[in-house]
């Protein structure tokens, strides 16, 4: 077998194996030497990447979500959300990435999901964190070295997250905002930038030659990952006024960085929106372009506008492609999936996706707490992350593991499932007289309303008598 196996030509091979998953593409590895040497090319992983992706007939569709449960604190937990396409009113299926003992406590959290950029996701948080989940890859990034210049402290940072196909390296951009140590106040417009390079596995200053066009300000409430031609991109502004507030003297701009040349650039934008404090705008990836979806912070129905860059080289060529709505159960918008359905979470913090198209609503079955709620679409990927010049504690593996978490609310009676960390699970064997029974058992510990309970549950194995 193995050897008529062999006989076929290597691009035919290859052309057939682009369309399968990874999860059946790491089994294949072990045919023969030949696949092996296939599958662990890595221009067989980029091809791989673009044309598995792009299959329109798929079984499912499934995303990567972010949150903070009920009663979690601040341990955030990485899920994976499946579905059928075929059936709108399907239900969902959850799995959550489990990493190491190391990042599975409060201590550890992240905040955005970034991505896909080639299969591979940035976690902003503490720690930094680049992951593959489709190969169970998760390396935590180093610390940056670097400190504010001299009177001035960062208090807030902004991530971007991409890929330079010249040198094959993941970059990630940070912007830090500067305030004066003396009296605690903004320096309004000023940043400075680091650049984290995974093929260094190191940080360093973006000097003189990316230079930040300023001044500008970052807006806090766009936060869907939006990656095109290379560039990152956040939703930013210029202002006349120290104010914040004012919003008459206030400009919307797009603030981009090219992962290739490490260079920033302002694109301009029409007025799209007319009150800050009564619109929300979120920056979206658009079929190669960027777009912008402006909605009421108000209101139980609302209407969606959709412009779109269509040139994205050109700042005039800005138009509004289309309206959507009247929709209800909109509170915030956080992801963008296709070009025509959108994730928001509603009132109580439920995830939500809606098709401009079909008109139809799907109830994605999980809830999160403290606008903890990030989305981005998940992508099968066999790019890895390994460079070879990592630390030990720096690339660990992580696994898929059922999620309880799935469909459950702060009112519902097993809240206590969102504590994992505190399941204990063990294996028993008992006798009794003449007969043999082992049994797992699992242990969970939990606090509801301010009492502790200790809950168990037994699961029988096997069970034999003596005399059978």
Known sequence: MVGSLDLLPRELVSKILSRLPVKLLLRCKCVCKSWFDIITDPHFATNHYVVYN???????????????????????????????????????????????????????????????????????????????????????????????????????????????????????????????????????????AELFSLNSNSWRKLEDDAVLPLPFEIWGSSRVYTYVNHCCHWWSYVSNSVDRRKMQSTRDLVLAFNHVNECFRKIELPRIRYSREEEFATLVPFEGTIGVIVYPVRGTEKVLDVWIMKDYWNDESWVKLYSVGPVMVVYKLVGFYGSDRFLWKDSNERLVMYGSESKEMRDLEVYGKYDSLRAARYTQSLVSLHRGNEFPHQFVSCCLVPDPLLNQTDTDLISFLLHLDKATMCVTETRHG???????????????????????????????NAHE
């Not at 329109?56 to 396409?85: A, C, M, N």
């Not at 797992?440 to 168990?456: D, K, V």
Request: glycine letters at 6%; proline letters at 7%; one cysteine or more.
């Open 54 to 192: 792009n299959i329109e007939e798929v079984e499912e569709e499934e995303l990567l979500v972010i949150r903070r449960p009920f009663l979690s604190g601040l341990k955030t937990y990485i899920s994976l959300l499946s579905w059928d396409p075929k059936e709108p009113k399907g239900s969902v299926s959850s799995e959550i990435l489990n990493p190491p003992y190391d990042y599975d406590s409060d201590h550890k959290y992240w905040t955005e999901i970034m991505g896909p950029c080639n299969g591979i996701y940035f976690l902003e948080g503490n720690p930094n964190v680049m992951m593959n989940p489709s190969l169970r890859e998760f390396k935590a990034l180093p610390e940056s070295q670097f400190t504010t210049p001299r009177g001035t402290y960062s208090f807030t940072d902004y991530s971007g997250f991409g890929f330079d196909p010249k040198t094959n390296d993941f970059k990630v951009v940070v912007i830090k905002d500067l305030w004066l140590k003396e009296t605690d106040e903004r320096k309004p417009g000023y940043w400075t």
């Open 434 to 464: 003449s007969q043999t029974r082992i049994s797992s058992i699992l242990f969970l510990m939990y606090i509801e309303r301010g009492l502790f309970y200790l809950y168990m549950h037994e699961k029988i194995i096997y069970s034999q």
